[in-house]
T-cell receptor
Framework: AQSVTQLGSHVSVSEGALVLLRCNYSSSVPPYLFWYVQYPNQGLQLLLK??????LVKGINGFEAEFKKSETSFHLTKPSAHMSDAAEYFC???????????FGAGTRLTVKP | GAVVSQHPSRVICKSGTSVKIECRSL??????MFWYRQFPKQSLMLMATSNEGSKATYEQGVEKDKFLINHASLTLSTLTVTSAHPEDSSFYIC?????????????FGPGTRLTVL
């Protein structure tokens, strides 16, 4: 079975500061890992995904994440936060050979002016 | 890119009535669609996996007779909340897997806000 743990239900940063959202996974098989963003009353938008190719994955809106097998982590970063980055972020894991996708509890990102 | 739509986006109904929510993949074929439920300030909880032409697979604790799922074509799945009650009020989100994709990526619909009075 797969699962993800997102450390910190709420992260607050100043505009222009580094964004770091933490995600650790558990999987008995090589995982596929995803980061999604959700704005209020909307569905989920894919930011980026890890599919066993490059360990450093670049996504949309300047976000990137690094897959670290030794740490079972897939933390999301962005060098400089923008006000429009304020949203809920979900990390998700999917096993290689089945359909299930399991989501973390989510991290709400607040960006202060 | 792959687009998934949901209809309606918002619905308010009286207790005891049934509500149908549609999920459509607009520009790709989806053999598998997923239905999630999200309570305020919480994560998505998988309710069921819907496969085209076969019965849906429900997660533990989800009443299949209350949440009826039909996946009649490669582009349409429906969720019917039968005899809805106020505790069924929630944000329902569907997603679909693109047949041509190999990385289990799911494309999400915009969600349906259900309020049961």
């Amino acid at each position: 079975a797969q699962s993800v743990t997102q450390l910190g239900s709420h992260v607050s940063v100043s505009e222009g500061a580094l964004v770091l959202l933490r995600c650790n996974y558990s999987s008995s098989v090589p995982p596929y890992l995803f980061w999604y963003v959700q704005y209020p009353n909307q569905g989920l938008q894919l930011l980026l995904k890890y599919t066993s190719a490059a360990t450093l994955v670049k996504g949309i809106n300047g976000f990137e994440a690094e897959f670290k097998k030794s740490e079972t982590s897939f933390h999301l970063t962005k060098p400089s936060a923008h006000m429009s980055d304020a949203a809920e972020y979900f990390c998700a894991v999917s096993a290689t050979f089945n359909n299930d996708m399991r989501f973390g509890a989510g991290t709400r990102l607040t960006v202060k002016p | 890119g792959a687009v998934v739509s949901q209809h309606p986006s918002r619905v308010i109904c009286k207790s005891g009535t049934s509500v149908k929510i549609e999920c459509r993949s607009l520009d790709f074929q989806a053999t598998t669609m997923f239905w999630y439920r999200q309570f305020p300030k919480q994560s998505l909880m998988l309710m069921a996996t819907s496969n085209e032409g076969s019965k849906a697979t429900y997660e533990q604790g989800v009443e299949k007779d209350k949440f009826l799922i039909n996946h009649a074509s490669l582009t349409l799945s429906t969720l019917t909340v039968t005899s809805a009650h106020p505790e069924d009020s929630s944000f329902y989100i569907c997603s679909a897997r693109d047949l041509s994709q190999t990385y289990n990526e799911q494309f999400f619909g915009p969600g349906t806000r259900l309020t049961v009075l």
